[in-house]
């Protein structure tokens, strides 16, 4: 079936360096992803979204891109913090609601 | 405003028992969604229901899985006859329409014994 995947399934930083998580998805259909972060032993949290018709939007802190030429997804986190630590899924709406996560990329941040 | 609620956290259940998984989505939310997760791996979609129906279960197994999103109380995910295999932590979403974000509860890791 079809899913979405991850570049780097691992990254290390260096606290207060900017971050990369890329995803590539694989329906070109899909309209609507999300990143989400899962610290240890919890449930998903909420980042930031991104629907189609757009190709950038700012968070606090971090930025999603969308490319659709190519199907890539990526989040950037500035000034990484210990506490961004965490397993980054992305997720993408596909048509008919169904919404499919990625393997998910951990991030280390290195004091 | 409470988040989703998922109870219990912790299930401890033998080969061949059932396992009642309960999750409360947030106020105002119709839809809710249930996931699989295993130890380092993604989230499995498992089924999408609204109120009194399943909109999608393409990806729960066909035998021995259930699910219910009642008109009055939580939605209920069943595994009847669990097997090992079946040991996970499995996460509950509720978004108020399909088209929006979910919002996840702490989930409930099952262990089968």
């Known amino acids: 079936g079809e899913s979405v995947g991850l570049h780097l399934p691992t990254l290390s930083v260096q606290e207060g360096d900017n971050s990369i998580i890329n995803c590539a998805y694989s329906n070109s259909a899909s309209d609507y992803f999300i990143w989400y972060k899962q610290e240890s032993g919890k449930g998903p949290q909420f980042i930031i979204d991104i629907r189609s018709n757009m190709d950038k939007r700012q968070g606090q802190r971090v930025t999603v891109l969308l490319n659709k030429t190519v199907k890539h997804l990526s989040l950037q986190i500035a000034a990484t913090q210990p506490g961004d630590s965490a397993v980054y899924f992305c997720a993408e709406k596909l048509p008919g609601n169904d919404m499919r996560f990625g393997a998910g990329t951990r991030l280390t941040v290195k004091p | 405003n409470a988040g989703v609620m998922q109870n219990p956290r912790h299930l401890v259940r033998r080969r061949g028992q059932e396992a009642r998984l309960r999750c409360s989505p947030m106020?105002?939310?119709?839809?809710v969604y249930w996931y699989r997760q295993l130890p380092e791996e993604g989230l499995k979609f498992m089924v999408y229901l609204q109120k009194e129906n399943i909109i999608d279960e393409s990806g729960m197994p066909k035998e021995r899985f259930s699910a219910e999103f009642p008109k009055e109380g939580p939605s209920i995910l069943r595994i009847q006859q669990v097997v090992r295999g079946d040991s996970a932590a499995y996460f509950c979403?509720?978004?108020?329409?399909?088209?929006?974000?979910?919002?996840f509860g702490p989930g409930t890791r099952l262990t089968v014994t």
């Open positions: 979403a509720s978004s108020p329409d399909p088209g929006y974000e979910q919002y």
């Open positions: 106020k105002g939310h119709s839809h």
